[in-house]
């Protein structure tokens, strides 16, 4: 069995029980746009549920309880020795704690172990060492190498960045349409499409929806139309992908860079595992710099919490989840 280097983040300090395999281990997935939980008795997923975001960075304190109620519930994880927690915005001791504080009442004889979700794009593809891209709702990049150093870049979030994820595509396709606008030119495929998919009339519509719309959530799911609009021969939204492409590989260099690395580099998130234009851009950018080819990760990333576990799935215990990701 490989191990994961241990998080910096503090665990509740509960031990569990000895034998790994014989635990009940809950594993959570706290994405952007949904909280996604498996449990694991005697080494097989027993329930695997879906439940909305426990993000804070992307609702309110009540609802994240809400949601982490509800999904502990489904899983039962009132029994569990252990819960392993991926979740964005986990910068800090303080913000790792504060998220126990939601989950550790539903787990009441569990350690709690809480990492930043880039941790489990690496581990859910069974790697010890390389580079795990998040592009999704947000972006971010994390890398740890053999000798267990760590580094990081972006994810800092939509206000100060996020290149190359679901939000930054929906937020350049309303600029891309408002050029298009102020130039004196009649709405492209592009603009067409957005219009569409945001109920609208006109591109000067887009400015007021826009800044009364703040969920990025809203705007990540409207990424699909930069996609769409290019896979229609649509050249500007070509050069949008290219373009994300290029942040997301520039983020993957200066990882790479700091420790050393070269690959693998696991690529996950609603974007990247769905988005083989967006998947195409990255690599081109990654090959130009001697880095391996980004890989879209084959299975829900909330299985890298059971890895960071430590448990044991035999083969065949069941067929890789589906679903949009970040």
């Not at 520039?250 to 083989?276: C, E, I, M, N, S």
Request: aromatic share 4%; proline share 5%; net charge negative.
């Amino acid at each position: 069995m490989t191990t994961i280097p241990k998080a910096p983040a503090e665990s509740s300090g509960r031990q569990p029980a000895p034998a790994l395999h014989e635990k009940v281990i809950v594993g959570l997935d706290i994405g952007g746009s949904k909280t996604h939980g498996v449990r694991i008795d005697g080494g097989r997923v027993t329930r695997n549920e879906v439940a909305g975001s426990a993000n804070v960075q992307n609702v309110d304190q009540a609802t994240a309880a809400a949601n982490v109620g509800h999904l502990m519930a489904a899983l039962g994880g009132h029994d569990a020795d252990a819960v392993y927690v991926g979740a964005g915005g986990i910068d800090t001791r303080e913000d790792a704690a504060n998220l126990r504080k939601l989950i550790s009442p539903h787990a009441p004889q569990a350690s709690v172990e809480i990492v930043h979700d880039t941790r489990l794009i690496l581990a859910a593809a069974g790697q010890d060492a390389g580079i795990a891209v998040i592009a999704g709702t947000g972006s971010a990049v994390w890398g740890t190498n053999e000798a267990g150093d760590e580094a990081r870049s972006g994810g800092w979030g939509y206000l100060l960045g996020d290149e190359g994820s679901g939000y930054w595509f929906g937020r350049e396709a309303v600029r891309h349409s408002l050029r298009q606008f102020n130039l004196g030119l009649a709405p492209d495929e592009l603009t067409r499409l957005l219009l569409s998919e945001c109920g609208l009339d006109h591109p000067e519509q887009l400015i007021s929806h826009f800044h009364t719309n703040h969920d990025r959530r809203y705007w990540a799911q409207r990424s699909g139309v930069v996609f769409e609009a290019a896979a229609h021969g649509h050249v500007l939204s070509q050069a949008i992908i290219r373009e994300g492409g290029w942040h997301l590989a520039d983020q993957v260099l200066q990882v790479a860079r700091r420790l050393a690395l070269v690959g693998p580099v696991v690529l996950g998130g609603g974007l990247g595992v769905h988005q083989p234009a967006l998947v195409e851009a990255l690599n081109a950018h990654l090959a130009g710099e001697g880095l391996a080819a980004a890989k879209p990760l084959a299975v829900e990333p909330v299985f890298g919490a059971v890895h960071l576990a430590g448990a044991y799935l035999p083969a065949g215990t069941g067929q890789p989840l589906e679903g949009p990701g970040r």
